[in-house]
């Protein structure tokens, strides 16, 4: 049986649909980035903050915390006294169980606390993030060229100062008659690129989206699927840390694939 365009093009908008359901199930989580309903930055006095359980300060690089009371876990250890943790060098948004609600924990030289309810009127309310129609004309091969050794690069912040990120290489791509070339960034998901383009602050969220980067060929060669463009948390609710897209991932021409900006945002 012979395959047609149509085919091609069926399947295509088959696994797009089918990878949207699952990364709206993702958005949705009991303590995804829907749930959170406060955000924090903790100083060296210890203090109650809005619908975050607990006392809460930092001295030098360590977090601590006083459930006053409750019992709080990490990583599969309760406590129920103070708490010290050096979470300098964790991960960004590790949590910290309370009862019913999460605490994401993210270091920034200063510690910025996230409550995560799942009663989150965002969460409840959720009907999708608007996004365009799948656009095949927006799945462009590109080559990845790994830097010999891994490099710091320093992102500015939504909310808050830059922050230093390891980066592992570029990606040359070519759209229409000209060549681009995108930094990217690594992490426990693998490689991204954090990007504007000209549709950035009129039907996409102004700071950036982000695309993940598959694994390269062989020979270097991606598969820049821009459809698959996603908004980092803070395009739902200002509150986490994202990092801006830098200079040179600022694309000059309009990429009308992936997400749009949240209805959450443009309220």
């Avoid at 459930?67 to 949590?95: H, I, K, N, W």
């Avoid at 010999?148 to 990120?165: I, Q």
């Amino acid at each position: 049986m012979t395959t047609t365009n149509a085919d091609n093009n069926a399947r295509f908008v088959q696994e797009w649909r089918e990878w949207r359901a699952g990364w709206e199930r993702f958005l949705t989580a009991p303590f995804g980035w829907l749930a959170a309903t406060a955000s924090n930055w903790v100083d060296e006095e210890p203090r109650q903050y809005p619908d975050l359980p607990g006392l809460w300060w930092q001295e030098g690089k360590k977090l601590f915390v006083d459930p006053q009371g409750r019992t709080m876990s990490y990583e599969g250890e309760s406590f129920t006294e103070v708490c010290g943790l050096d979470l300098s060098e964790a991960p960004d948004d590790v949590r910290i169980t309370a009862g019913d609600v999460e605490i994401g924990v993210t270091y920034r030289d200063q510690y910025l606390v996230v409550t995560y309810d799942p009663q989150a009127p965002a969460r409840n309310d959720f009907r999708g993030v608007p996004v365009y129609e799948p656009d095949p004309r927006f799945v462009l091969k590109g080559r990845f060229e790994p830097y010999e050794e891994t490099k710091s690069v320093s992102l500015d912040s939504v909310g808050t100062d830059s922050h230093v990120y390891d980066s592992p290489g570029i990606v040359r791509f070519t759209y229409g008659d000209e060549e681009y070339a995108l930094s990217l960034t690594s992490s426990v998901n693998g490689m991204a690129a954090v990007f504007t383009d000209a549709t950035s602050g009129v039907t996409t969220y102004g700071a950036c989206r982000s695309l993940l980067i598959p694994e390269p060929d062989e020979d270097g060669t991606v598969v820049l699927d821009f459809n698959r463009a996603l908004n980092l948390p803070c395009a739902f609710n200002y509150m986490p840390v994202c990092p801006v897209a830098p200079p040179e991932n600022r694309l000059p021409f309009a990429i009308e694939a992936g997400e749009q900006t949240p209805d959450e945002t443009s309220k």
